[in-house]
T-cell receptor, first 113, second 114 residues
Framework: NAGVTQTPKFRILKIGQSMTLQCTQD?????MYWYRQDPGMGLKLIYY???????DKGEVPNGYNVSRSTTEDFPLRLELAAPSQTSVYFC????????????FGQGTRLTVV | RKEVEQDPGPFNVPEGATVAFNCTYS??????FFWYRQDCRKEPKLLMS???SGNEDGRFTAQLNRASQYISLLIRDSKLSDSATYLC???????????????FGKGTKLSVIP
């Protein structure tokens, strides 16, 4: 029972590099989310998706892009990495039923130097 | 006023103590409420939902007061394994095409001391 799987777990990027954080879920959830968590701060929503082919911006979308070509996968793309994007990134998914209980991946620790 | 506010703590309590966490939310249209637990360097995990009637799960009791826009979590007979950060989560009014927006508080850190 894999749940929500994120890769990689850790990554160091140089300023200006790009990368894709992978997220996949095997629970057939239609809702998926990307959050970032900075030290001592709460989780901030970057992007979310209510189903395949549908994505929308969250609270802090600048510098990121997403796609949702399948129900299972919701990759997060960083273009031109900046030190301000150093953070822990969590992917989550939930059922559409109310209330939507969210299940999280184990997180990706990203450092931009 | 922030959308979801929590007492940041940290709360340092001895084993066996009772500890209470509070959370307030600003949007009266908020619909659903949860407590999540996050261990150090781990992902958040759902602890329990919160209902107006109050709900209990073993040593944990959650309560919602819609009139005061206030949520609480009570832990009785605290154990060392309860040490974690407790996140209040509020589902705000729908946005977009029938989508949900989960908003997290910053969390309250609990350390249970032997």
């Amino acid at each position: 029972n894999a749940g929500v799987t994120q890769t990689p777990k850790f990554r160091i990027l140089k300023i200006g590099q790009s990368m894709t954080l992978q997220c996949t879920q095997d629970m057939n959830h239609n809702y998926m989310y990307w959050y970032r968590q900075d030290p001592g701060m709460g989780l901030k929503l970057i992007y979310y998706s209510v189903g395949a082919g549908i994505t929308d911006k969250g609270e802090v979308p600048n510098g990121y892009n997403v796609s949702r070509s399948t129900t299972e996968d919701f990759p997060l793309r960083l273009e031109l990495a900046a030190p301000s994007q150093t953070s822990v990134y969590f992917c989550a998914s939930s059922y559409s039923a109310s209330p939507p209980k969210a299940f999280f991946g184990q997180g990706t620790r990203l450092t931009v130097v | 006023r922030k959308e979801v506010e929590q007492d940041p703590g940290p709360f340092n309590v001895p084993e066996g103590a009772t500890v209470a966490f509070n959370c307030t939310y600003s949007n009266s249209a908020s619909q659903s409420f949860f407590w999540y637990r996050q261990d150090c360097r781990k992902e958040p995990k759902l602890l329990m939902s919160v209902y107006s009637s109050g709900n209990e799960d073993g040593r944990f009791t959650a309560q919602l007061n819609r009139a005061s826009q206030y949520i609480s979590l009570l832990i009785r007979d605290s154990k060392l394994s309860d040490s974690a950060t407790y996140l209040c989560v509020v589902i705000l009014a729908y946005s977009g095409a029938g989508s949900y927006q989960l908003t997290f508080g910053k969390g309250t850190k609990l350390s249970v001391i032997p």
